[in-house]
């Protein structure tokens, strides 16, 4: 019982210093695939403290990230995916979102900012906790959705 004790303790001190980030770094939109239509940060740290607020743009876009070079288009209905050039070793919550660039604005010009971004998918965590892990993001953009 104390070995278990003492493991709960273990863990409930660790965990809150535990965190994931994985960059995915490549985009797959159909037959496209594309590494220079995202934006990647330059580390794949959690950004500590949060400057500001969370309204912040170091949380919107992590710090001085490498902007993106190209676009691509995604129709409404279409299949997407990310790709990250490292394995996920250590399993956590996901969410994506897109975003639907502003009237007046190119896809190279936003930076991101206001209301326009939407929920495509978010995947919980349900394997145990030291299994190694293969995920698939599929999901499928609704007809008629924003983009």
Do not use: E
């Amino acid at each position: 019982m104390r070995a278990l004790s003492a493991f709960l303790c273990l863990v409930f001190v660790v965990s809150p210093s535990v965190s994931s980030h994985y960059i995915f770094n490549t985009l797959i939109a159909g037959n496209q695939v594309s590494r220079t239509a995202v934006r990647v940060p330059q580390n794949n740290s959690p950004i500590q403290p949060v400057r500001g607020s969370v309204d912040s743009p170091y949380l919107r876009c992590n710090v001085d990230p490498f902007p993106a070079t190209s676009t691509v288009n995604i129709a409404a209905g279409s299949v997407i995916g990310f790709k990250s050039d490292v394995p996920i070793y250590h399993s956590g919550p996901a969410a994506i979102y897109l975003g639907k660039v502003p009237p007046g604005q190119t896809a190279a010009s936003w930076d991101g900012s206001g209301p326009q971004w939407f929920k495509v998918r978010k995947i919980f965590f349900r394997v145990p906790v030291w299994a190694l892990i293969t995920w698939i993001f599929v999901t499928d953009c609704p007809l008629g959705s924003p983009l």
